[in-house]
């Protein structure tokens, strides 16, 4: 279980959405309801995460011990440290511009709280976590930990909601932000968002070092 909930913080660490939320706070007008707009984002990209993690749930059980092979296996440590060398490679290499202009794109549906807000997140959500190691991987130690399936499924709702803590409490931090802008929650906000790239690359690092360190741990 350790493992599982190692790997959905590891996974809360979603650069896009953070950023999106961010861009939110800084963009729209101080009479807009961004409470009302970064709730429904954030609840959309969950239930994104939870219905895919469902998916991903039912796969992995109707593997087996597959599952539980794959992950003793030395190629699931080494995975995990070529995933890791990947993310500090591109992190080294990126500079955020990519990420910057896909991020105002999608903030033309968010401007008012509606179903496209909800679809928006949802949409984040899932490709947020279809293309991280860390959700599969910790699916995968849930899967193949000795749990009745009444447990399995119903703590996937804990899963997909520890995947989403860190993108919801930065929606509280901005929202304290923008109610109370010369607090010290808005000069550290005024801080961070005038280094975006330096965040963005931080994140990264954190993600290349986990990963790194517990593919060698799997391995010893």
């Given at each position: 279980m350790l493992h599982a909930v190692s790997f959905a913080l590891l996974d809360s660490l979603n650069v896009l959405?953070?950023?999106?939320?961010?861009?939110?706070?800084?963009?729209?007008?101080?009479?807009?309801?961004y409470r009302r707009i970064a709730t429904l984002l954030v609840f959309g990209d969950w239930l994104g995460v939870f219905l895919l993690s469902v998916v991903t749930m039912v796969v992995f059980d109707g593997l087996g011990d597959l599952v539980q092979r794959a992950l003793e296996s030395p190629v699931f440590g080494i995975l995990l440290i070529a995933t890791g060398v990947l993310s500090l490679v591109l992190t080294l290499r990126g500079g955020g511009k990519g990420d910057n202009a896909l991020i105002g794109r999608l903030l033309g549906p968010l401007q008012t709280p509606s179903l496209k807000t909800i679809g928006v997140g949802f949409i984040l959500g899932v490709v947020q976590s279809a293309t991280s190691v860390p959700f599969f991987a910790g699916l995968g130690f849930l899967s193949a930990g000795d749990y009745p399936a009444v447990v399995r499924y119903v703590g996937l709702i804990v899963y997909?909601?520890?995947?989403?803590s860190l993108p919801a409490i930065s929606a509280i931090f901005v929202g304290m932000v923008r109610a109370y802008p010369h607090s010290p929650f808005g000069r550290a906000f005024e801080w961070m968002r005038t280094r975006q790239e330096l965040m963005v690359k931080l994140a990264g690092y954190i993600?290349?070092?986990v990963l790194t360190v517990m593919g060698v741990v799997s391995l010893l």
């Amino acid at each position: 279980m350790l493992h599982a909930v190692s790997f959905a913080l590891l996974d809360s660490l979603n650069v896009l959405l953070i950023g999106v939320i961010v861009a939110l706070g800084v963009m729209l007008p101080r009479t807009a309801p961004y409470r009302r707009i970064a709730t429904l984002l954030v609840f959309g990209d969950w239930l994104g995460v939870f219905l895919l993690s469902v998916v991903t749930m039912v796969v992995f059980d109707g593997l087996g011990d597959l599952v539980q092979r794959a992950l003793e296996s030395p190629v699931f440590g080494i995975l995990l440290i070529a995933t890791g060398v990947l993310s500090l490679v591109l992190t080294l290499r990126g500079g955020g511009k990519g990420d910057n202009a896909l991020i105002g794109r999608l903030l033309g549906p968010l401007q008012t709280p509606s179903l496209k807000t909800i679809g928006v997140g949802f949409i984040l959500g899932v490709v947020q976590s279809a293309t991280s190691v860390p959700f599969f991987a910790g699916l995968g130690f849930l899967s193949a930990g000795d749990y009745p399936a009444v447990v399995r499924y119903v703590g996937l709702i804990v899963y997909a909601s520890l995947a989403l803590s860190l993108p919801a409490i930065s929606a509280i931090f901005v929202g304290m932000v923008r109610a109370y802008p010369h607090s010290p929650f808005g000069r550290a906000f005024e801080w961070m968002r005038t280094r975006q790239e330096l965040m963005v690359k931080l994140a990264g690092y954190i993600v290349a070092v986990v990963l790194t360190v517990m593919g060698v741990v799997s391995l010893l």
